[in-house]
């Protein structure tokens, strides 16, 4: 069978509690970063995204932290559900105004019962 | 939902056929993108488009083509399949920003 997922950190919750999954760019000149969702089978879906002139943008149970000084961002979910299990990206975009975006290795999330 | 479409979803082929897999989008977004991934790994650019007859490759090295004769219709490519070119595929369309994903197409090279 397929190897999915053995490649990719595994972040594991309980229902109900918070989740923070964390992104390292690389590029400190990137000025816009997404968040996408990506359940087995399907293709990845938009989040949240955040510009650099921001350091917090809240969603509707997301959070999305950017902090430039270590190039380090962060997707917060609220009251985590099963829902939820899927693979997180984040994605920069590497030159601004390209639309071009370089996604980083995402993190599983398990939401357990 | 957004109204992007990919075809076919799954593909088995030999090595050494050409294939097309198709790309179509209903948004009107000028811009379409192609993206390659292998099973629980990041997604790496192979083409991008602005608008139509813009082609532009990625950063990841591919022996594919892309066109885009109509705004809706993004059609990648393969002269001659390899089995290294295993892998899914993703078609995403977009707006100034926020990218909008096909469902992928599987294939699988023998």
């Known amino acids: 069978g397929e190897s999915v997922g053995l490649h990719l950190p595994t972040l594991s919750v309980q229902e109900g509690d918070n989740s923070i999954i964390n992104c390292a760019y690389s590029?400190?000149?990137?000025?816009?970063f997404i968040w996408y969702k990506q359940e087995s089978g399907k293709g990845p879906q938009f989040i949240i995204d955040?510009?650099?002139?921001?350091d917090k943008r809240q969603g509707q149970r997301v959070t999305v932290l950017l902090n430039k000084t270590v190039k380090h961002l962060s997707l917060q979910i609220a009251a985590t559900q099963p829902g939820d299990s899927a693979v997180y990206f984040c994605?920069?975009?590497?030159?601004?105004?390209?639309?071009?975006?370089?996604f980083g290795t995402g993190t599983r999330l398990k939401v357990l019962a | 939902e957004a109204d992007i479409y990919q075809t076919p979803r799954y593909l088995v082929i030999g090595t050494g056929k050409k294939i097309t897999l198709e790309c179509s989008q209903t948004?009107?977004?000028?811009?379409m993108y192609w993206y390659q991934q292998d099973p629980g790994m990041e997604l790496h650019l192979i083409h991008y488009?602005?608008?139509?007859?813009?082609?532009e490759k990625g950063d990841l090295s591919s022996e594919s083509t892309v066109s885009r004769i109509r705004t809706e219709h993004f059609p990648l490519t393969l002269e001659s399949a390899r089995p290294s070119h295993t892998s899914q595929y993703l078609c995403?369309?977009?707006?100034?920003?926020?990218?909008?994903f096909g469902p992928g197409t599987r294939l699988l090279v023998l």
């Open positions: 995403a369309s977009g707006t100034v920003e926020t990218q909008y």
């Open positions: 590029n400190s000149a990137s000025d816009y």
């Open positions: 955040i510009r650099s002139n921001m």
């Open positions: 994605a920069e975009e590497g030159t601004s105004g390209t639309y071009k975006y370089i």
């Open positions: 948004m009107g977004h000028d811009k």
């Open positions: 488009s602005y608008g139509v007859n813009s082609t």
